[in-house]
């Protein structure tokens, strides 16, 4: 349960779209990053986070790509799982002066405490009665993916082998993200209130919502980043505030880029973040070109 938690805190930045009209760079999820003051390349790949660790296998380039570095950087640093768990269990409980019959009507209540024993087995009745509605909204997404990786490792995800095959090879780990950092995400941008609402629409829509995790997968699979993007725009059931939506994507890479810029000048790095940190306007490749380096596709 605290793996399939931290996957799905990691999972909803590979699920937080936003719409845009230009094409930006795509086709890889595997990108070469030289020139300005890098004296060699860093690497940036993008990550769907359930993704089995096999799969980097798969990525043409990947293997040779994170044997060159010298260092990897992940969106937080996977050998501190633990402690990071362990913060997020508890952040993830509501206040006891909070409870769901206060979030929602007598109907809503009953209809979320029924969906949830559908999907998850319990209700607000259980043991989920006592966690914020979003810390419920992740294990449902969990739960949701996990149908279609069947007999996935929670110990071994791409992000996971990137890291672990950086510890083999004793290179340093670096953290884009503390775990503060992330409950910020997945727990402070929404009041409580809001946070039920989405839930309560999201589970109002999980027969559309179920459809678009296999057609997210294989859109993955063709690196194609301007369609990761626009394909939620396309199917937005349940709508995040512009304030949201730049909380969980725009604000969190203007901040990586703050700190990237140093780290690849001071050793050869391989990156793994979620995909759509890479995508679009305000994503880490144009980010990157703007800054003055050259951002190239690898494999292709």
């Not at 997945?186 to 179920?210: H, V, W």
Request: proline share 5%; charged share 20%.
């Amino acid at each position: 349960m605290k793996k399939t938690i931290l996957l799905s805190m990691l999972i909803i930045a590979t699920c937080s779209m936003f719409a845009q009209n230009a094409t930006y760079k795509t086709g890889s999820i595997l990108w070469k990053i030289s020139g300005k003051d890098l004296s060699k390349p860093s690497y940036l790949l993008g990550t769907l986070h359930y993704k089995p660790g096999e799969y980097l296998d798969s990525i043409p380039g990947a293997n040779a790509a994170l044997q060159s570095c010298e260092q990897v950087v992940g969106e937080i640093q996977m050998s501190d799982m633990m402690a990071v768990q362990m913060k997020i269990m508890q952040a993830m409980v509501m206040s006891p002066d909070t409870t769901y019959k206060m979030l929602y009507s007598e109907d809503d209540y009953q209809f979320v405490s029924e969906q949830l024993k559908t999907y998850i087995g319990s209700g607000l009745d259980g043991q989920f009665g006592a966690m914020k509605p979003a810390a419920i909204q992740m294990t449902v997404v969990a739960l949701a993916y996990a149908k279609y990786f069947p007999g996935l490792n929670l110990s071994n995800t791409i992000d996971i082998r990137v890291q672990s095959e950086a510890t083999k090879n004793q290179k340093p780990i670096i953290g884009l993200e503390t775990a503060e950092d992330q409950i910020h995400v997945l727990f402070g941008i929404m009041s409580l209130q809001r946070q039920a609402e989405a839930l309560l629409c999201n589970l109002k829509n999980m027969d559309k919502i179920m459809p678009l995790i296999p057609e997210l997968i294989e859109i993955y699979n063709k690196a194609d980043l301007d369609k990761m993007i626009l394909h939620q725009d396309e199917h937005d059931f349940c709508p995040s505030y512009p304030s949201e939506t730049d909380a969980l994507n725009k604000d969190r890479n203007n901040k990586w880029m703050v700190n990237l810029p140093g780290i690849m000048k001071d050793k050869p790095s391989f990156i793994a973040v979620g995909a759509l940190h890479l995508a679009g306007e305000d994503g880490l490749l144009n980010l990157l070109e703007k800054a003055g380096y050259k951002v190239e596709p690898v494999g292709l």
